[in-house]
């Protein structure tokens, strides 16, 4: 079982928002952190934005924080990042792992492509 999906990915004009979901298995998701990964052309991969098993404390890189909103949903498996007033530096492909990562489970990774 693949132990983590992104999707929710695509172009959009600078200034437009775009919401990226995960699902993943029981298992991965099961008190862990769970956070958001970017990787841009030529550039190595980092840290967007985490959250604890209990959703109550979230974190975020500072280029994004204040436009980008992570959240779960326990009972779905599921984590999803809300990105709005997105900006040209924010093209590249997201993936969710868990915070801390596990290099066994980066998966395909999402698509985010914004235009200027």
């Known amino acids: 079982q693949v132990p983590l999906v992104e999707s929710g990915g695509g172009l959009v004009q600078a200034g437009g928002s775009l919401r990226l979901s995960c699902v993943a298995s029981g298992r991965t998701f099961r008190n862990n952190g769970m956070g958001w990964f970017r990787q841009a052309p030529g550039l190595a991969r980092e840290f967007v934005a985490g959250?604890?098993?209990?959703?109550?404390?979230?974190y975020y890189a500072g280029s994004v924080k204040g436009r980008f909103t992570i959240s779960r949903d326990n009972a779905k498996n599921t984590v999803s990042l809300q990105m709005n007033d997105l900006k040209a530096e924010d093209t590249a492909v997201y993936y969710c792992?868990?915070?801390?990562?596990?290099?066994?489970?980066w998966g395909q990774g999402t698509q985010v492509t914004v235009s200027s």
């Open positions: 959250i604890t098993w209990s959703g109550s404390n979230t």
């Open positions: 792992n868990t915070n801390p990562p596990r290099a066994s489970y």
